[in-house]
């Protein structure tokens, strides 16, 4: 994607298969919103291929939108409607493409028990706090019963418990109803639960693909291990931490107390990269990242 002279996406190349939840994260500017609005067919590429559901988004017809949901960061309109009736007017544009295999929509007395608004589904959408606007967009993106799903930011504005809700609604909609999700957050422990795989942007391309474990496990490096002898307080990094604990408590038994373990991790590596970007070190952050998760 070009604006102008300036790239903002390039060589961004990855593929999602069917049912996979993958989260895509980056620091603010690094191209995620823009990627994920290209393959949503609201924004057209300047260059590239892309297929999604079998379709060039660019191109493709209602019959593919009917299979595609969209989650935006943030939707305001309709503020004298109540969350029930926007619903079921929504959902009546996807009756016509339900199928035998993928019924459309869903309903909308389970729906908005499913997102927590059945107590203020009554209400005018105006009156809904934050919270629940956002619960409401949640439900718009999903009232079509979606084969693929577009989350861009979606827990922005939720309470813990709604956050919670939120996470266990992803599991069931890729568990049991075979979604395929591809969301946007900056929050790292919320990647780590939902997402099958992480990719994260930086620079407007791609340089790093794994699952959250695998992502951390080649940035980990050495551990920092810290303990208590003597009222002492004792620091040390190791390669190998089992092993240096292990000879540790050996040597001086019960003498070794507070001990605690902290292993590098890949949220270190990307606050570091995020720091680097903003201070406006947008290339040697991805060089250097690139580095980092190549060993």
Request: some cysteine.
């Amino acid at each position: 994607m070009r604006y102008g002279d300036n790239d903002v996406l390039t060589g961004v190349d990855f593929d999602i298969h069917s049912g996979e939840v993958v989260c895509l994260l980056g620091p603010n500017g690094a191209g995620k919103t823009t990627t994920i609005e290209i393959l949503e067919g609201f924004r057209i590429r300047s260059a590239g291929e892309i297929r999604v559901l079998g379709a060039d988004p660019a191109s493709a017809g209602e019959a593919w939108r009917a299979r595609t949901g969209v989650v935006l960061q943030s939707w305001r309109d309709h503020p004298r409607w109540t969350a029930r009736r926007l619903l079921t007017q929504l959902g009546g544009y996807y009756s016509p493409y339900s199928t035998s295999t993928q019924q459309r929509p869903w309903n909308v007395e389970e729906l908005l028990d499913i997102v927590g608004l059945e107590e203020n589904s009554d209400r005018k959408i105006s009156t809904l706090s934050g919270g629940q606007r956002r619960r409401l967009d949640v439900a718009m993106g999903i009232i079509g019963r979606p084969e693929l799903l577009f989350l861009d930011e979606p827990t922005a504005g939720f309470d813990p418990q709604a956050r919670r809700d939120f996470h266990h609604l992803v599991h069931r909609l890729a568990d049991l109803e075979s979604t395929t999700i591809l969301l946007t957050t900056h929050d790292l422990d919320e990647a780590e639960k939902l997402a099958d795989r992480v990719v994260i942007l930086a620079g407007g391309r791609i340089v790093a693909d794994d699952s959250a474990e695998g992502l951390a496990r080649r940035v980990a490096g050495e551990a920092e291990v810290k303990w208590t002898r003597d009222g002492e307080r004792f620091v040390h990094s190791a390669a190998d931490s089992t092993k240096f604990v292990r000879e540790l408590l050996t040597q001086y038994g019960a003498d070794v107390h507070d001990l605690e373990v902290r292993r590098a991790s890949l949220e270190d590596a990307y606050l570091t990269l995020v720091q680097q970007h903003e201070s406006g070190s947008t290339e040697q952050a991805v060089d250097a990242f690139v580095e980092v998760t190549a060993k």
